[in-house]
């Protein structure tokens, strides 16, 4: 018995190791996560956004659009937003007001052009960070913290300025380079399920996850900040990453990495000429 006990146990951590690292065959999802970055993995999209469209309304009806008539619980950000740009802070006396107008509102339609490249930072600004940056450079105050609350409230609320209006990011000259590796992590596979972005959002877009729809991966980036029934609070595109890595068991990385930031440029861009909505309103 006791030599049946110690071989089952040694069974089970070499089978466990075998999992992890890939050890059993030549062609174990392990291994092929191993697969250079660079490479593209060619997926049949399963369905058009048309057809996904169709498919979602037959499923979720208008149930999350009633729920935002009614009122999204993140148009309470909002008012916060405003405030925040119009309140004095840092050691150079001024606010977002100061040199965007009362309530900011000369930056109406800044957020149609980010995530962008930029020369100083040499890789992608997106707008959270260009509000950090601003607030460091420009006011001499601390940074946001990513995802806090008066974050995400002064995102939303300058990036509301621009609802309405249609996304025109370019990944033309020096953005080109991020916008491929975007879409290089958008398709590797990575973490313990070796899945990738795309595989759910390209491969099986529109089939179900438990009780959820998979989403296509054209509007993903319209509409953050918003508000996720699953979270009961607001957050952004990049918690959305997240939050996703994690259900592939993956390493996450912090907000507003390279990674993230290149990633981010690649869906928005997919969103060119779709209208920001902000904020959005998801299951």
Sequence with gaps: MYRLVTFLKMFVLTAAVGLVFGTFGSGTPAQAATKSSA????????MS????KKRYEKYYGDATAQMAEEGNPADFLLDDGKDLAN???????????????KDAVKLKGAATTFPRYDAA????????????TCRERQMGAKPLKYESYDQLALTMYIKSLSNGMPIRVSIDGLAQPFYKKGEATYYRRQGQLNF???????????YKARANLISN????????????????KTGSLQRRFRGCLKNMRAKRKPYESAEYRDLELYLTYI?????IQVPGMRM
């Design 121 to 132: 930072l040499k890789g992608i600004m997106t707008f959270p960070l260009q509000i950090n």
């Design 87 to 101: 309140k004095v802070v840092g050691s150079k006396g001024k606010s977002c007001a100061s040199c965007h107008g």
């Design 196 to 206: 990738s972005c795309a595989i759910c959002h390209v491969q099986y877009a529109g």
């Design 217 to 232: 991966n054209k509007h993903h980036a319209d509409h953050w900040p918003g508000y996720r029934l699953k979270w009961n």
């Design 49 to 52: 956004y048309a057809e996904y």
């Design 39 to 46: 490479t593209i993995e060619q997926l049949t999209p399963s």
């Design 271 to 275: 969103n060119n000429g779709d209208l």
